[in-house]
């Protein structure tokens, strides 16, 4: 037992070793998954909340997904419709839903540090689904099976990380995972979209696609996150494409058998071309979806687990 966390807030606080036992579940889970019959209730009896703040498609289905397949109940929260919009605060709702004794909580939150806050208010696991520009452990660890499944193994590979990093928490749970896991990360985008403690970080950082590609295993592309933005980081989204957007003539820069990733949601023509997105030789983009349901399994499972233990029930 490795992974002895009460939640999964982000990936600073977890062991390699923590890491390697959520993705070893996550992949005899992927097995799983592709069978006819796919009965594990080893979420029976537990209730699932999942409350999203901000929108999101593909992790908040993953999530509901996950918790069926392992047998809990599992509640979608409208936030757009509840009492938020009526001015109660995040701490009141969270206590409001803690009554009513969840097991585990998903949360996703604009404001980095929402989910931390969350957490030590209610009595039941926190599962952090993406906080403001800080953490998105889970989005991390499905990129991270991806990728050790694409390539045989998750150390000495060096990985692109492109685009808008600064405003990005896939980025940043990315770039940890991948550190301590021994790998070496560059990041490759514009100065204006480089965070600003990005010396500290220990990563390489290029500002041109050619060289920042050169002799990569792994190309993570990002979105262009302009709901974040307040004008002025880019010139134009076609400049922006021409320098930074992913495109064939890009990619010849990487290993001939690196592989290309995106978390979805893609701007096709922005940050990459429709053509290599859809490339099923290169583009493990689907991969990462099927990964993602998987890997969210893996932690509820586990963080269960973490549970009853606490408690005095051996599972
Ligand atoms: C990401 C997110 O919400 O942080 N998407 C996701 O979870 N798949 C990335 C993004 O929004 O660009």
Redesign the pocket.
């Known amino acids: 037992m490795s992974f002895t966390s009460q939640h999964l807030l982000g990936i600073e606080p977890l062991r390699p070793e923590a890491i390697t036992e959520i993705l070893d579940l996550a992949n005899a889970y992927v097995e799983q998954n592709r069978k006819a019959v796919r009965l594990d209730p080893s979420l029976a009896g537990l209730t699932q909340i999942n409350m999203f703040f ?1 929108n ?4 908040q289905a993953s999530f509901e997904l996950a918790g069926k397949r392992l047998g809990a109940v599992v509640m979608n929260m409208a936030m757009q419709a509840s009492s938020i919009k009526k001015g109660e605060t995040l701490i009141d709702t969270a206590l409001t839903l803690n009554a009513m004794h969840p097991d585990l909580l998903v949360v ?1 939150h604009p404001q980095s540090g929402a989910v931390d806050l969350l957490a030590q208010k209610v009595n039941c696991a926190v599962l952090n ?2 906080d403001g520009r800080h953490e ?1 452990p889970t ?1 991390a660890l499905l990129d991270a099976l991806t990728i050790m499944r694409a390539k045989g193994r998750l150390h000495r590979l060096n990985i692109a990380i492109c685009g808008d990093i600064v405003h ?3 980025a940043r749970s990315n770039l940890i995972l991948l550190g301590k896991m021994e790998n070496r990360v560059r990041l490759v985008g514009p100065a204006t979209l480089m965070p600003p403690d990005v010396a500290e970080l220990g990563v390489e950082v290029y500002h041109d696609m050619e060289e920042g590609l050169q002799d990569v295993d792994v190309v993570m592309m ?2 262009l ?1 302009k709901e974040r933005m307040d004008g002025g980081f880019i010139p134009s989204e076609r400049e922006y494409y021409h320098r930074y957007g992913l495109d064939r003539a890009k990619l010849d820069f990487a290993k001939s058998d690196a592989i290309v990733m995106h ?3 893609m701007n096709r023509g922005v940050e990459i071309d429709g053509e290599i997105a859809d490339d099923i030789n290169r583009s493990v983009i689907q991969e990462q979806v099927e990964m ?1 349901v998987a890997v969210r399994m893996a932690a509820m499972h586990l963080l269960a687990r973490n549970m009853k233990n606490q408690r005095g029930v051996m599972v």
């Open positions: 901000e999101s498609t593909r992790t996703r689904a993406g998105h989005q990005s928490r896939v990002l979105r996150q978390p979805g949601p993602g």
